[in-house]
């Protein structure tokens, strides 16, 4: 399937300076983490190996790329539809026989194109974890696919917002806003209901119990879906495990539940919300909806 | 080919269009002329399917496109009054995206841009990036775009505006070759005289209603009757005056040396038997005929009058 959008919107993004210093930002940023981070995890005996460290240091690397993806992909996607209406050029698009569902699909493609290649880019950094070993080539595509659905995810979030609002800087903030609101909703959720159950009781945690909606809705939630991946890569590790909503003060139900599948059912979800959104975006793109306005008055003419 | 019917358009209490009708005929290049605000980019945003309207119809070819708003992409080329161009693009890769936009890919696609560049006089600036490209070079660029997929009609909202003089005399060119080989083009301007030049047909559209249509002729003519008859007595002007008084057709008589203003509201024939009833009352007569008009003047007595 050929998207004309997509192929423009590449050319034009590997020509743009930005995009050589963004590489370059991203990937001296996740360097520096990486060494800060060995030098915290091996740093009593370089003779001596654990390999828990080593899948922990692995896992730190994770979520600093997590860290710097939430922050790269709403500035991505935001101006992607409100960036053309700025530029005056939506309308000739709009007036071309491509759909709406096209022009944003690209958009969407191209940006993820663009996530893939600071991944990729960071590939020779994630690496060094293999000079140690303990970390297998399915963690490296683990991670691929996770920053492929969580691109697609907050980015169909981007380009919601980014087809509603004219100008690019309030797509910009609402993008944000959103894409913390999602992140981090259950976990907010979880630790209200927790100071409240605190503050009304004895003092003692035992008793808490996540209701079951709230970990329902940590499905959506890019952060559970990192730990859930996380608790999945790393299985010895118990402080993941602890703080992914399936765990923390669930019933029994709720904790025999496989983490590897519920991740996999939590980025299924949210590629579901992202199509959703997708779908909403064209619609609201369209600059004339199937004359159903005209129709009436028509009919009222006649 | 073209035919515009009682189009009607609101934003919110503000009547954009109030049943504006016009026809364009095939091969014809129809100036779409109005003051700022009075309905011209609004009418062309619904021709080319930007814009839903509240009433009326817009056939293109056979094609309601109020009521099949998908078909219109493939019928209209519009060319916005503003827009932009896509920065670390060059003009060829810029073509070819909209080339591939209308399916066209490969060998097909560059023969057909370096065609239609050709013809906007555009394409020793192939390799350029279109950023770099003087406001006329992006116009013609984006006139360019318009002919890639041969469309029914250009719709060509302020196709000069902005242009120094000499961009806006190529684009004149361009578009008076592109009605040489038979393009049919609705251009609209705030200002007649541009249009008087190119266009074989004239609409005035003043506060969403559209005030006189036809050639330029036509409207000319048509205005021309409202204004006085000027005529220059060499002999006899107290005759003269004393004879006009008696006509019933004369409304108002003015002089100013030997020049007699006569507000008159006959036909042509009887501005014919007029003249003929002066020459008879022994009346000298060196210049005979209605007041013309210039275009500017002619532009603000319709749009005055509406208002």
């Known amino acids: 399937m050929k998207n004309p959008v997509l192929s423009k919107e590449l050319r034009a993004t590997a020509r743009r300076p930005r995009l050589v210093l963004g590489l370059f930002v991203f990937n001296t940023v996740l360097a520096f983490m990486v060494v800060a981070v060995f030098r915290l995890n091996f740093y009593i005996s370089a003779s001596e190996v654990s390999y828990s460290n080593v899948i922990r240091f692995f896992s730190w690397i994770e979520i600093a790329e997590f860290l710097l993806l939430a922050f790269i992909v709403p500035s991505l996607m935001a101006g992607s539809i409100a960036g053309e209406r700025e530029k005056q050029t939506l309308d000739i698009l709009l007036t071309t026989p491509m759909s709406t569902l096209t022009i944003i699909v690209g958009k969407l493609l191209a940006s993820t194109g663009t996530i893939l290649l600071f991944i990729f880019s960071s590939i020779p950094i ?94 959506f939630s890019p952060v559970d879906s990192l730990v859930s991946m996380l608790s999945y890569q790393i299985a010895g590790n118990t402080w993941y495990r602890q703080i992914c909503l399936l765990n923390i003060n669930a019933d029994s139900f709720w904790q025999s539940v496989n983490t590897g599948e519920w991740m996999c059912v939590s980025m299924l979800l949210q590629m579901l919300v992202a199509a959703v959104l997708i779908l909403a975006s064209a619609k609201i793109l369209e600059p004339v909806k199937a004359g159903k306005k005209h129709w009436k008055i028509e009919e009222k003419n006649v | 080919m073209v035919d515009v019917v009682d189009l009607k358009k609101n934003y919110g209490n503000f009547v954009a269009l109030n049943g504006v009708s016009f026809h364009i005929s095939e091969g014809e290049m129809y100036g779409f002329v109005g003051p700022n605000g009075a309905g011209k980019t609004t009418t062309m945003k619904i021709m080319a399917g930007l814009l839903a309207a509240d009433g009326g119809s817009v056939e293109i070819d056979g094609v309601d496109i109020l009521r099949h708003p998908k078909k219109v992409k493939q019928l209209v080329g519009y060319m916005p009054d503003f827009f932009g161009v896509y920065d670390n693009l060059k003009v060829s890769e810029y073509m070819e995206f909209f080339a591939s936009v209308y399916g066209i890919y490969g060998k097909e696609a560059r023969k057909r841009c370096q065609e239609k560049l050709d013809v906007v006089h555009m394409l020793e600036k192939e390799d350029s990036f279109v950023d770099v490209l003087s406001r006329g070079q992006k116009q013609r660029l984006c006139l360019a775009r318009c002919l890639l997929y041969q469309p029914k009609i250009l719709v060509m909202d302020e196709p000069a505006f902005g242009l120094d003089p000499r961009a806006r005399y190529e684009m004149k060119e361009v578009l008076r070759e592109l009605m040489d080989v038979g393009v049919t083009m609705l251009v609209s301007s705030h200002i007649l005289s541009e249009l008087s030049e190119i266009c074989t047909t004239v609409g005035i559209i003043e506060a969403g209603k559209m005030v006189v249509s036809g050639t330029l002729d036509e409207i000319m003519t048509k205005v021309n009757q409202s204004n006085p008859i000027v005529m220059e007595v060499v002999d006899g002007l107290e005759k003269a005056i004393a004879f006009l008084k008696e006509k019933e057709d004369v409304e108002t008589i003015s002089t100013n040396e030997q020049k007699v203003y006569v507000g008159f509201r006959g036909s042509q024939k009887d501005e014919a038997l007029l003249l003929q009833g002066l020459l008879g009352q022994g009346v000298l007569i060196s210049q005979y005929g209605r007041a013309e008009n210039n275009l500017e003047s002619l532009f603000m007595q319709i749009t005055e009058k509406e208002e």
């Open chain 1, 126 to 219: 994630m690496s060094v974890v293999f000079l140690i070993g303990g970390v297998g080539l399915f963690d490296i595509v683990l991670i691929v696919v996770y920053a492929c659905v969580f691109a697609i995810y907050i980015g169909s979030i981007g380009i919601f917002f980014s087809s509603i609002f004219r100008r690019t800087i309030f797509a910009t903030i609402t993008t944000y806003g959103a894409c913390v609101f999602t992140c981090v909703l259950p976990y907010v959720a979880y630790w209200i209901g927790y100071w409240i159950y605190l503050s009304g009781d004895d003092g003692l945690s035992d008793g808490f119990q996540v209701p079951g909606w709230l970990i329902l809705l940590g499905l």
